[in-house]
């Protein structure tokens, strides 16, 4: 059965949280970049009747992480973050903007990439997509060749929000190069659903193969 995929968009920079099932009709979910607040993730969550039962973190820029501790808390699900973004979890408070409060949390599951998860009946595959930071992570569903892709790109324009593929802002991004070899490895998987940290799904690999393509190295 093809996973049911919701796409919650949370938080002051429209950050896009998943709530990932097995099935539409199961009663357990992952939840991946839980954005925004605890409270409006476990609303979505009572909305299709199910029950958090694992986090996953693609990196741990603030506005990714602004529910986890609260949720993880709440929920007692264990967080699954990768290891090298281990500092911004459990200090966040070195990395976000003032006026932002993001409490810490400590991650049960360290990743590295290269992992085989099965989490609420779903298998996924921990890819290593560094650039953007450190040690960011994609999640890739085989089966139905769904990616969680968090900020290795973005499907819109963050000023506009005109849909788009971009590449993330270079401000935010440390290692733009490495984060471009990044691009080319998850382009050549030919994900038919791209679900983003910024944007709306994306459902073209041959365009995003292009795009790969005509970046600079
Ligand atoms: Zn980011």
Redesign the pocket.
């Known amino acids: 059965m093809p996973p049911a995929v919701d796409r919650l968009t949370l938080g002051p920079l429209a950050t896009n949280c998943y709530v990932a099932r097995s099935g539409g009709a199961s009663a357990e979910a992952v939840v991946i970049d839980p954005s925004g607040t605890a409270e409006e993730i476990r609303t979505a969550l009572a909305v299709v009747g199910a029950r958090c039962v694992a986090i996953l973190v693609t990196?741990g820029?603030f506005?990714?992480v602004t529910a986890l501790a609260d949720l993880a808390e709440q929920t007692r699900a264990p967080v699954h973050a990768p290891a090298a973004e281990r500092a911004l979890l459990e200090h966040p408070e070195r990395f976000t903007p003032p006026g932002i409060n993001v409490r810490p949390c400590v991650p049960e599951v360290l990743l590295e990439g290269g992992e085989r998860l099965v989490v609420a009946g779903i298998e996924l595959d921990v890819l290593s997509v560094p650039g953007?930071?450190p040690g960011h992570v994609a999640y890739w569903r085989e089966s139905d060749r769904v990616l969680i892709v968090?900020?290795v790109m973005n499907g819109m324009n963050l000023i506009t929000t005109i849909p788009g593929l971009h590449e993330?802002p270079k401000p935010?991004t440390p290692d733009p190069a490495r984060n471009r070899e990044s691009i080319r490895k998850v382009a050549a998987l030919r994900p038919e659903l791209v679900c983003f940290?910024h944007g709306p799904p994306f459902r073209d690999p041959d365009k995003l193969a292009r795009f790969a393509d005509q970046l600079p190295a």
């Open positions: 990196h820029h506005d990714h953007h930071s968090g900020d993330p935010f940290g």
